[in-house]
């Protein structure tokens, strides 16, 4: 990152020429300075924050509808265009990741700036970074080329019209970051405490976390930049990872306080529309053809069954079309589970999980497979360490596997590694449900698990998408830049063109 700078839209920009223009004065420090005004920041205030909105924004409604709906989690509804392919720009996407960056940045030019090499800041400063490579991936994972070398740092020297970074350079300085804040971590250091939502300051599960976030990043290029990815991997490997589920970085949720501190699809069956709660037909099938013992605890009966007697889980279509939803009977339909996602009175809310030993377990199996830091013997070991960490996690709480599930599960006799590649990438896309953006950047990296489109042709003629278009503002602001980026697309901007990682064959 070019001088560790960040994005400051227009706005910012504009409200910086409004204070100039209004406060020109000797005495400008004391007008404009409101007494009761808070002019420090609480480090540990800002890290909690973009922890919990980075969390919640992955899995709330939004989310659902369009790439959860994609993945083939959730079925999307008549009200929400894009989950039946129907291309709109994704600001609230791009602007919220560009939030949490900002106040990053803050952390860094603000609450701690000087600390840089001291005991008081410099591990906070580290697990900042680590915190920023993680936002940065998943961002650019979702639009491709992004800007980020040239957004700026603050206030006083905004840049609007920054250029789109390739997706390929930022991967390359991620994996740095990633590598160089890593070494800043001293367990002796000042630590973030209980403001760390994720692991309390522990400076030692930050380590065994950002050395996981590595694996991922090496991983998720693996088919277009091969030795890289090899590099990368197999130097994750050869490191602590996520030990357990006890690493696991996760938000905690409260049912009974405020909607927004409620897990966010409890907050979808809250707050949001009726017409979104209903799961997919892919994912309830594949629960329900193995047997899955997550199953009543992912999805609810159909009412009619329920009523009939016999009670039974049914997905819908996703992409739709409108003939299709006409015909429609909702009762016909499971929604997610009312006695877990979509019950408020759990007396153990459900974590907002971010990342677990169970993906872990799951790309160390990939790796294995490939050769990568572990031989392709240990390839089932780690799938079946990730299915038992997956089956235990909240609200599952399933300590031992059936013996019927684990037998038909848990072999890789016979298949070949593209096979047991299928079956590892299953058990990660039933993991990642409401984790909705990871689900949809695992599924297009791997093609797993295959996936049909809906019959609605939408702006893809009926292809599930690719990635999301970028922010409208871009277009407006930013325009020069913009249509750079967008003329190394494949097919410009739009749902169907793929990111630079996004080549497997």
């Not at 079309?321 to 009977?329: F, G």
């Amino acid at each position: 990152m070019k001088n560790g700078k960040f994005l400051k839209y227009i706005t910012g920009g504009l409200l910086s020429a409004m204070v100039l223009t209004a406060g020109c004065t000797k005495d400008f420090e004391q007008l404009n300075t409101p007494p009761t005004s808070v002019t420090d920041v609480d480090p540990g205030l800002l890290l909690s924050k973009v922890q919990k909105d980075a969390a919640f924004v992955e899995g709330n409604e939004r989310a659902n509808i369009e790439f959860g709906s994609w993945v083939q989690h959730w079925a999307g509804g008549q009200v929400a265009p894009v989950s039946r392919y129907i291309q709109q720009p994704t600001d609230g996407v791009w602007s919220s990741h560009y939030a949490l960056l900002r106040n990053l940045m803050q952390l860094r030019t603000q609450a701690l700036k000087g600390l840089e090499n001291m005991p008081a800041g410099r591990s906070k400063l580290a697990i900042a970074k680590i915190m920023e490579v993680s936002v940065w991936q998943r961002l650019t994972d979702l639009f491709g080329d992004v800007p980020s070398s040239e957004t700026s740092a603050n206030a006083a020297e905004v840049n609007t019209k920054p250029v789109y970074d390739t997706q390929e350079a930022i991967y390359t300085r991620l994996i740095s970051d990633l590598d160089n804040a890593m070494a800043q971590l001293n367990a002796t250091d000042a630590s973030y405490g209980n403001a760390d939502f994720y692991f309390k300051g522990d400076v030692a599960k930050w380590k065994r976390y950002a050395n996981s976030l590595k694996l991922r990043l090496g991983m998720r290029i693996r088919y277009a930049a091969p030795q890289l990815a090899e590099k990368t991997v197999r130097e994750a490997m050869a490191q602590p990872l996520l030990t357990g589920n006890a690493d696991n970085a996760a938000i905690p949720t409260y049912n009974n306080a405020q909607t927004t501190n409620a897990h966010p699809v409890l907050q979808q069956f809250i707050a949001g529309s009726p017409d979104l709660r209903y799961l997919a037909s892919a994912l309830v099938t594949t629960l329900k053809s193995k047997n899955d013992p997550r199953l009543p605890m992912i999805a609810a009966p159909t009412v009619n069954s329920v009523k009939a007697g016999t009670p039974d889980y049914r997905g819908i279509g996703v992409a739709l079309t409108d003939a299709q939803l006409l015909a429609v009977i909702r009762d016909d339909y499971s929604t997610a589970a009312t006695t877990t996602y979509f019950n408020r009175t759990l007396a153990t809310p459900i974590p907002c999980y971010v990342f677990t030993y169970a993906d872990v377990c799951f790309f160390k199996a990939e790796a294995a497979i490939l050769g990568w830091g572990a031989t392709a013997a240990d390839a089932l070991t780690f799938f079946q360490d990730g299915v038992k960490a997956a089956m235990a996690l909240q609200p599952y709480n399933i300590a031992t596997i059936p013996p019927a599930y684990a037998a038909a599960e848990f072999n890789f006799t016979g298949l070949t590694a593209e096979q047991q590649l299928e079956k590892i990438m299953t058990q990660k896309w039933i993991l990642l449900f409401g984790r909705d953006y990871e689900a949809f950047t695992e599924w297009r990296r791997t093609g797993y698990p295959v996936l049909t489109p809906g019959d609605n042709k939408g702006s893809t003629n009926g292809t599930i998408p690719r990635r999301a278009a970028y922010s409208s503002l871009e277009l407006l602001l930013n325009e020069s830049n913009y249509q750079a980026a967008v003329g190394r697309l494949t097919q410009g901007d739009s749902y169907v063109s793929k990111v630079w990682w996004d080549k497997k064959p």
